[in-house]
């Protein structure tokens, strides 16, 4: 039988869903499992929108243009605008989520062997997304006990080398929820001019920030026109993860030229999904006030509930849904693991996302999770519940397996 390549046996596996096998297996023994592993949220999509798609009288679903409906890249000038954020149709490509957004741009700024330096932990996908693209990944660790910060410009500084193509960064960010400042932008924008490095930022969850934080785009860093990459997605925004709608945004016509030819490649992004996604811009802020609110308030529950677990460490973050968490345990994968296979309370058991595949340096995260508090307050309580008895029972499976001798 032939082989597959090298690359293919190579793929990151993602954390996220690496133990989907054994939360299928729970389900089907009767537990509910409150899924906090992956940041598909609850909330319905705007009805508007997908109204919209239904009335829809098209005869022949064809292909779109390879960068996108016209009509929607306009409107997303005036959406950007709301931001101060000054763009033509012809600085945006849609694409097949943020997800390809992050492909075009990797592969339109990097060579095979190529760096880019990235805090972590870090959204996972950026881990395959760079095998693909055969380049390397630097990281720059940042700490729990901080609520992840970004560590000082100098940090990022002194691992650059003549490899370094660029920095990447996710604000607010997925997977910790740490929301970056104007002057955390400003330094790294300066980094970047001083090396002449593309800076690269998944803005995702930018009408996600709490605490009265204000959300400032990378793409308003004055002298960076050709430097800053954005990648965007409706999926979170309007929690329309299937539409699979995105957008790379740029400034830089070399970039957009080289993402274009990608793009053409693809053929189109998908058809009815734009429909979707342009009918969302049609609508009044409402929606996004009520949503941002009902994450504040479910971020409140799992911050108060994991400050009143004995030896659990966590920080209160400052936007998206996500945060992480440290517990004093020696394998949260094993843990993770066990909640699914030989766990439940009162019926239940609750899904996370192990630590360790959110970092590139070996060993780090592995007594950490990232949750995503993406469930209604009263299905989160019940997931709090899950969890502070079990990180309990889950003391004697760690005495029991020290005490068993090694096979």
């Not at 989907?20 to 023994?29: G, I, N, R, S, T």
């Not at 930018?206 to 400032?216: H, N, P, S």
């Not at 360790?356 to 519940?385: C, S």
Request: charged share 25%; aromatic share 12%; glycine share 6%.
């Amino acid at each position: 039988m032939p082989s597959i390549s090298s690359r293919g046996k190579n793929v990151p596996m993602s954390p996220f869903r690496k133990l989907v096998p054994f939360a299928d297996k729970a389900k089907e023994a009767g537990k509910h499992v409150y899924h906090l592993n992956i940041g598909q949220p609850d909330i319905e999509t705007p009805l508007y929108a997908l109204q919209k798609v239904r009335e829809n009288q098209l005869k022949v679903l064809a292909y779109s243009p390879a960068v996108g409906q016209l009509s929607y890249r306009k409107k997303l000038v005036e959406y950007y605008r709301k931001f101060e954020i000054a763009l033509t149709p012809d600085d945006i490509i849609v694409t097949t989520g943020g997800s390809e957004a992050i492909q075009f741009a990797m592969l339109s700024c990097f060579d095979i062997g190529d760096e880019v330096i990235v805090p972590e932990p870090f959204y996972a996908n950026y881990n395959g997304f760079a095998q693909i693209g055969s380049l390397n990944i630097r990281p720059i660790t940042c700490d729990i006990e901080d609520g992840f910060a970004l560590p000082p410009v100098e940090a990022f500084e002194a691992v650059i080398t003549d490899k370094t193509r660029g920095i990447f960064i996710t604000n607010p960010n997925n997977p910790t929820g740490c929301f970056y400042s104007r002057e955390d932008l400003t330094q790294l924008g300066r980094l970047c001019k001083a090396y002449d490095l593309f800076l690269f930022v998944d803005e995702v969850y930018r009408e996600f920030c709490y605490d009265g934080k204000e959300f400032y785009s990378a793409l308003r860093l004055e002298g960076l026109e050709d430097h800053v990459i954005v990648v965007d997605s409706i999926s979170k925004r309007y929690s329309a993860c299937g539409a699979r709608i995105g957008a790379l945004v740029t400034r830089n016509q070399g970039v957009l030229e080289a993402a274009t030819r990608y793009a053409k490649l693809r053929l189109s992004p998908p058809g009815l999904a734009q429909i979707l996604a342009e009918a969302t811009l049609d609508m009044d802020d409402s929606y996004l006030g009520q949503v941002t609110e009902a994450y504040d308030r479910r971020r409140q529950v799992v911050y108060n509930r994991l400050q009143a677990m004995p030896g659990v460490v966590s920080y209160l973050p400052g936007g998206a849904f996500y945060c992480f968490a440290k517990f004093p345990l020696r394998s949260a994968e094993h843990f993770c693991q066990w909640l699914l296979e030989s766990f439940e309370h009162e019926g239940a058991t609750v899904m996370l996302s192990p630590g360790e595949g959110f970092y590139a340096t070996p060993g780090l995260g592995r007594d950490e999770v990232r949750i995503a508090y993406i469930l209604n307050e009263q299905d989160l309580e019940k997931a709090m519940d899950c969890l502070e008895v079990a990180l309990e029972t889950y003391k004697a499976v760690e005495a029991a397996m020290e005490a068993t001798p090694a096979s």
